[in-house]
């Protein structure tokens, strides 16, 4: 029954030539697209190096879940959520990267509180927040934590003698261990590496909202990486039953996913209050962001929906492999409206910010304002803009030029449509094709560490008789 995994030479080459692919993506979206020191560029890198950095703490967090819940089903799979973390390494690289990048100031993901005068705006709370001194300090302990622990944990599971009553207890002490260090940084990074980059926007649920989002994921790399093994003649103990249960995982959290999207997207329309709205008109402002958001609630909830739930269907090899891909990539682009946006938006120059917050709070009301209050907050906006083309006709011919950066923000009376400099097109693609390529090289690179299976699995003889009744 013992089995490893040998990554061999004809794989290797593929993932090599996906990851080369990426690197053109790269350099291309860096040169091609200079403008906001280069933001398209770094956007890219932050959205990937993210999102499958996720991937791979959340495979540990469900192994560590389902031992502490006295799971036996997990045994044969547990090698394969094992190594979705792989990529964590590679993830702290990038993070480390894109750290250097602010201090150096070559980009502007956080310029919004890192740049003095935009730091100024924020509220004293979040100015001890997102110090940047403090920030970095709070992402390197999360890399580390993940790090040293994550082995620990994964060592902990993998031990040979694990039906010994003594490293059988331990293995269920480090896996609460880690559900709790989880369970906070997934949540502090998320505010810190996400929603920062628009300070002045907040969401109570926004934690567990990218926790359902990169746990779909999870579970999707989950189904197809299992499938790709039983192919290759691994995993021969695997059979239906155990990918219905992951497909049935899969389907749970797409559901639970859509929950947290209409819930956070209800309240704050519900609540109309700017700081809130303001994170939504803008993406409904730019018709690449309108597409993607509803292009991404229906392959993350309308196609699960109408696909996985039939039981047939999650048993199916073809057709769950072929879900799992489509919702990967449904949740790559829930990301893609995370993460893309604000970088994106055309730089506002220092001088022009009190005119621009000025005009904010007009511009960032829904249609669930009565008319009295839409139209008192129209002629408070007329009498700013006046105000502002007033003294915009004093500016010298550089300063009219530097106020052509300022974004545009679309309005209910027919105004262009915000500007932005993100996109969804080759050069994305590519990048994605090449953090898939790393990602699966370190995912298989971490399988081959260890036997496929732990046959010293108190549990073991449960996953190999598991099978799934009809409710």
């Not at 040293?148 to 994964?154: Q, W």
């Not at 599971?157 to 002490?173: A, G, H, I």
């Not at 990074?189 to 929603?195: N, T």
């Amino acid at each position: 029954m013992t089995e490893r995994f040998e990554l061999t030479g004809g794989l290797r080459k593929n993932l090599y030539i996906m990851i080369g692919i990426g690197l053109v993506g790269l350099v291309g979206a860096f040169f091609l697209y200079p403008e906001n020191h280069h933001s398209r560029f770094w956007s890219n890198l932050l959205l990937n190096s993210y999102f499958f950095t996720g991937i791979g703490i959340f495979g540990i967090f469900f192994v560590a879940a389902n031992t502490l819940g006295y799971s036996g089903w997990i045994a044969v799979v547990k090698r394969v959520l094992l190594s979705l973390s792989g990529f964590v390494r590679l993830g702290a690289l990038f993070a480390l990267f894109i750290i250097l990048g602010m201090f150096a100031h070559q980009h502007n993901l956080y310029d919004h509180w890192f740049d003095k005068h935009h730091y100024a705006e924020l509220a004293n709370t979040k100015q001890f927040f997102l110090n940047p001194l403090f920030w970095t300090s709070r992402v390197v302990v999360y890399f580390l934590l993940w790090i040293l622990v994550g082995d620990r944990v994964i060592k902990a599971f993998s031990e040979p003698n694990s039906n010994n009553k003594e490293v059988y207890k331990k293995s269920k002490l480090w896996a609460a261990l880690w559900i709790v260090i989880f369970a906070v940084t997934e949540s502090f990074v998320s505010w810190d590496m996400i929603m920062s980059t628009d300070p002045h926007w907040y969401s109570t649920l926004f934690g567990w909202y990218n926790f359902a989002s990169y746990g779909c994921a999870a579970f999707a790399f989950s189904i197809l990486l299992t499938i790709f093994l039983k192919s290759k003649g691994y995993l021969a103990q695997v059979n239906e039953n155990h990918i219905h249960d992951l497909g049935k995982f899969l389907f749970a959290f797409s559901i639970f996913w859509t929950y947290l999207w209409f819930s956070q997207f209800m309240l704050q329309w519900y609540g109309n209050i700017p700081e809130d709205t303001k994170y939504w008109i803008k993406r409904f402002d730019v018709p690449l962001f309108k597409v993607t958001i509803f292009l991404a609630l229906a392959l993350n909830f309308l196609f699960p929906l109408l696909v996985i739930l039939k039981r047939g269907n999650k048993r199916n090899f073809k057709v769950i492999g072929t879900a799992a891909v489509v919702i990967i990539f449904g949740h790559y682009l829930d990301f893609f409206n995370m993460v893309m946006p604000e970088p994106n938006f055309p730089v506002v120059e220092h001088h022009a910010a009190a005119h621009h917050a000025s005009v904010a709070k007009a511009d960032y009301t829904l249609l669930a304002e009565n008319k009295d209050v839409a139209a008192e907050a129209h002629t408070e906006k007329v009498e700013v803009v006046a105000e502002v083309a007033h003294e915009s006709a004093a500016h010298s011919d550089a300063n009219h030029e530097a106020a052509h950066s300022t974004p545009a923000h679309h309005d209910a009376h027919g105004e262009e449509p915000v500007k932005t400099y993100a996109g969804l097109g080759l050069f994305e693609l590519m990048i994605l094709t090449g953090f898939v390529g790393a990602f699966l090289l370190a995912f298989f690179d971490r399988l081959s560490k260890e036997p496929l299976i732990n046959e010293s699995d108190p549990y073991l003889k449960e996953s190999l008789r598991h099978h799934v009744e009809y409710a």
